[in-house]
């Protein structure tokens, strides 16, 4: 034998069916993309496929909703931006039942500040309000879920405030040296939190309904692309089955009165949006956070120029700043509705934008997804009492159903980037369902 030269024996017919074994649970997938790939993906099978799927998306039931958050990508490579906040608040008067969700984008701190923060707020205005007149109109609850958004809004630019100069002057005499201190002789990291929250943002949708189940509220702020997070209000009509109704609006650069409010506000602007994003960046044309983008540019320049992120590269921070002339450029102010739901059995569905543009619903036009949705919602909810948690069966449905190829390689296929959307679904039942 040369020196240097390794010898393997061949292997035997036993060792050879022995590999075969080890991998005949694998497969390949373009992902349903064809031409792209192939992707090697992992092929479970019942009940371990179901299993696995419970274990990402972490369902949860309460009394009245059914909820998750589903992002199979590791965390190592990418991790889920969307929040999900489900309580019932015990205040005069009876139960209240708070449910939102959350769609965080740039960084998590600021949609982590928001889920923690607007359901304790809200709550405390509500209970100040009811504790005032033992009873409250429809409009003053509309107010309160308004003003609790847009107040949380300018908290973050206060404690912003607290650390770097809100006079502009007194900030134009600072050298990047100085602006670099701050953050690096911060122990807390109070700095570093407090800028990183007006660099990211978030939108939301939220909901609360009475003790009685008589009034349901409904707020949104924000969306994305062609698409929105997602309220669904489904009623049951004993003659005609059930009807479902896209609550919400899009806030974003692809509807025209959005466009049409923020030309208006920046009307020797015409960069105000440019490819359908705010100032070229941004997609939604209303948000909590993006700070950045609703006051002077200075700060851009200044502050958030010497902060060491790696969410929005200097470039894009640099070249976006240099069109800021007139903020804010994003709204804090969402839309509220109220409905009267006393009359009928129904459900509240409420998702962020990864769920319409899963496999099963992409390229499928609002309406037909509403629909599809409420007749599938609607269909579980008949069954007295609903057996499975109503958000897991709607998100199976979304990612292949019962073709256990499909929701394997939605869960196990190996890519080095994210194959899904955020998807989170919180599902509410009021008036107990009945067929």
């Not at 069916?17 to 192939?38: C, I, K, N």
């Not at 960046?281 to 540019?297: C, H, M, Q, V, Y």
Request: net charge negative; glycine share 6%.
């Amino acid at each position: 034998m040369r020196p240097g030269i390794i010898a393997l024996p061949a292997a035997s017919s036993t060792e050879h069916l022995l590999a075969l074994s080890e991998v005949s649970h694998f497969g390949s997938t373009d992902m349903g993309h064809p031409g792209e790939g192939p992707w090697t993906f992992q092929r479970l099978s019942e009940p371990f496929l179901t299993a696995e799927l419970e274990r990402v998306a972490r369902p949860r039931s309460s009394r009245k909703v059914d909820s998750l958050s589903f992002q199979p990508c590791s965390p190592h490579v990418y991790q889920n931006q969307d929040r999900f906040v489900v309580e019932e608040w015990s205040l005069p008067g009876g139960t209240w039942q708070f449910n939102s969700i959350f769609d965080g984008h740039v960084n998590h701190h600021t949609v982590d500040y928001v889920a923690e923060t607007l359901p304790r707020k809200l709550k405390e205005s509500l209970t100040a309000a009811l504790q005032h007149s033992g009873y409250i109109l429809p409009e003053r609850v509309g107010q309160i879920m308004r003003d609790s958004v847009v107040q949380l809004d300018d908290s973050i630019l206060h404690n912003f405030f607290d650390i770097f100069p809100r006079d502009l002057k007194s900030l134009s005499r600072m050298t990047n040296k100085e602006v670099q201190n701050i953050f690096q002789r911060d122990s807390t990291g109070q700095s570093r939190r407090a800028a990183a929250r007006c660099l990211g943002g978030t939108t939301l949708i939220f909901s609360l309904t009475d003790p009685d189940e008589k009034n349901v509220w409904v707020a949104n702020l924000g969306g994305k692309a062609c698409l929105s997070l997602h309220l669904v209000l489904g009623l049951r009509h004993s003659s005609e089955g059930w009807t479902g109704t896209l609550v919400n609006r899009l806030h974003a650069g692809q509807n025209p009165s959005e466009v049409q409010r923020l030309r208006a506000e920046h009307p020797r602007e015409p960069e105000c949006l440019r490819d359908g994003r705010v100032l070229g960046f941004l997609e939604p044309t209303r948000a909590i956070g993006d700070l950045w983008l609703k006051i002077p540019s200075l700060y851009s320049s200044r502050v958030f120029s010497n902060l060491n992120q790696a969410w929005i590269s200097q470039g894009t921070l640099k070249h976006c700043t240099s069109r800021i002339s007139s903020p804010p450029y994003v709204s804090n102010i969402p839309d509220v509705y109220h409905y009267d739901i006393s009359s009928q059995p129904g459900f509240l569905l409420l998702c962020s934008d990864g769920l319409p543009v899963t496999e099963t619903y992409n390229g499928m036009d609002v309406s037909s997804m509403v629909r599809v949705w409420t007749e599938f919602v609607g269909h579980i909810l008949d069954s007295q009492p609903p057996v499975v948690n109503v958000a897991l069966s709607l998100l199976r449905a979304a990612i292949g159903g019962q073709d256990e190829h499909k929701v394997s390689r939605s869960l196990t296929v190996e890519m080095e980037e994210r194959w899904m959307d955020d998807v989170s679904i919180s599902i509410q039942s009021f008036h107990r369902c009945r067929t």
